[in-house]
């Protein structure tokens, strides 16, 4: 159970050093896989100089891993507040361009209603001249013709 126990925590540790050095070298496996090896040469050079018991070995690893894990803790939070930020300001830009639309539709149906009435009122002008003038015109050949034959005209 204890070697169990271990694995799962050694497989832990490994993902999260996973994750921080990628996100350490700002998403660049390669630049990240460099790192953990000059790391681990440093820490290898370290041990080599010393002469570590097992257990001693594991609590400088445990502190190692406490140290790693806060790293992580704290970069994570960080990304958290980051996006937590862009989701504001991503909800207030949607917000403004909303409002935007909503402005640019009330403003297109105004000029578009005052365009219809305009020409309403400019149809219905052009329909009344033309009623006055088929109706002048009407009556004025009206009485051509009745005066041609005898009746009216006097």
């Given at each position: 159970m204890a070697s169990r126990r271990a694995i799962q925590v050694g497989g832990a540790a490994v993902g999260v050093?996973?994750?921080?050095?990628?996100y350490a070298a700002g998403g660049n496996p390669s630049v990240a896989e460099k790192k953990l090896e000059h790391d681990v040469s440093a820490a290898?050079?370290?041990?080599?100089?010393?002469d570590l018991s097992a257990n001693e070995a594991q609590k400088k690893g445990e502190v190692f891993a406490k140290e790693a894990g806060a790293t992580i803790d704290?970069?994570?939070?960080?990304?958290?507040?980051?996006?937590?930020?862009?989701?504001?300001?991503?909800?207030?830009?949607?917000?403004?361009?909303?409002?935007?639309?909503?402005?640019?539709?009330?403003?297109?149906?105004?000029?578009?209603d005052a365009a219809?009435?305009?020409?309403?009122?400019?149809?219905?002008?052009?329909a009344d001249t033309f009623d006055k003038t088929v109706n002048k015109k009407?009556?004025?050949?009206?009485?051509?013709?009745?005066?041609?034959?005898?009746?009216?005209?006097?």
């Open positions: 050093g996973a994750v921080y050095y990628l290898g050079a370290r041990l080599k100089g010393q704290r970069t994570v939070d960080s990304v958290r507040g980051e996006v937590k930020q862009a989701d504001q300001v991503i909800t207030a830009k949607m917000h403004e361009a909303g409002s935007k639309l909503d402005h640019l539709k009330d403003d297109g149906a105004k000029k578009l219809y009435k305009d020409t309403s009122k400019e149809l219905q002008q052009t009407t009556a004025e050949a009206k009485s051509g013709i009745s005066s041609w034959l005898g009746f009216g005209g006097k």
